[in-house]
């Protein structure tokens, strides 16, 4: 059976855990708290050099890691990925899209506010990282005026990748209401068949978030 | 015919002509200066609305944006690219690592060397971007000390897209003496059949490099 090394309240981590679900793939679940130094042990940096979660491991010891190639590869075969060239290909952009211009902000920014104290000489960027966030958010709002989905025609691997952090923005302390295409898509994802949300973060983390607003 | 617009001394652009000619396949190519706000202009953001280079544009009209995603399409079916999808997922991993864990330090680094003024408030992000950058190169040279290639047997998508700014990498002030299994596999990629060099930059971009070092 496949093997996910996540941390729950990741969003990087969650993707995997919703499109396993989806795909009513049976999977073995390891708790990896990051924000812990999990990740950071000899045994882990063994397997995962860059010392980052999700990790998959297969049956067989094969370890992947990068959570938008983990989706990629899982969704290999499935309705979640397009058999078409160009159509894997734009899925590809949004999924590199969603490493380079959105998570780095929306989820840093989310970090910080529940992931660190109050006090965190780190909140400083939080300014930087929401401006940074919103042209992102601008960029798919854009886009979804003219297209139901990131993944094509259909709902797939692009929108599992986009709607994880962008599903909890709000905790990052980023307004979702200037962005109407984006909440309804944000909906017909939550509308699919198996959705599982995201377990919400532990007590502390969830004070801090609330704090934070 | 399939066109690009790119800028030649970016390193994102560069992997797609690499690639290109690796391939021998015919392409044209519109010089698109981002750092001149060439990317920024009404008619390029109605194309690609994240203001980016590299763009593929078919003769369609079908637009692909994300280096590494173009570099993936362009490659499917040739020998640049496994037809096995645990090998396909393997480079694509590398190739996010590169966008998320490598590109933000390494090609940043160098161009705030390079393309910002000598008194540029940005400089004082450097001894950061290159702590983060070593980490990344780290990484790389533990697995070339067992690996040949990051794209599995072969050189390949992912060879491409780390070769791209660790070739230049010392451009941004980093020290390459650390790392012989990567300075090999430099050696390699540059021994590829086809392979073409990054052009040089602009000499007031080349007099700002000196100047950083």
Same mark, same amino acid.
């Given at each position: 059976m496949t093997t996910i090394h996540g941390y729950s309240p990741s969003g990087n981590c969650h993707k995997l855990r919703l499109l396993l679900e989806q795909l009513g793939r049976p999977y073995r679940w390891i708790e990896t708290d990051s924000s812990r130094?999990?990740?950071?042990t000899p045994q882990y940096l063994a397997l995962? !050099?860059?010392?980052?979660? !999700?990790m998959l491991v297969r049956e067989d010891g094969g370890v992947l890691v990068e959570s938008n190639a983990i989706l990629y590869y899982l969704a290999e075969?499935?309705? #979640?990925?397009?058999?078409d060239p160009w159509m894997r290909a734009q899925a590809l952009s949004w999924m590199f899209f969603e490493q380079y211009s959105h998570e780095p902000f929306i989820a840093v920014g989310r970090f910080i506010c529940g992931w660190t104290p109050l006090d965190s000489p780190r909140r400083v960027e939080l300014p930087w990282l929401r401006e940074r966030g919103h042209q992102a958010l601008a960029v798919m709002e854009r886009h979804l005026a003219a297209h139901?989905? #990131?993944?094509?025609p259909r709902y797939g691997v692009a929108d599992i990748a986009l709607y994880a952090y962008t599903g909890v923005a709000e905790d990052g302390g #980023?307004?979702?209401? !200037?962005?109407p295409a984006l909440r309804a898509w944000l909906g017909r994802v939550r509308a699919t068949p198996g959705f599982l949300p995201m377990p919400p973060p532990a007590p502390e983390n969830a004070a801090l978030i609330a704090a934070s607003r």
């Open positions: 130094g999990e990740t950071r995962n !050099p860059n010392g980052k979660v !999700p075969g499935s309705a #979640f990925l397009s058999d139901e989905w #990131f993944s094509g #980023f307004d979702l209401a !200037p962005y």
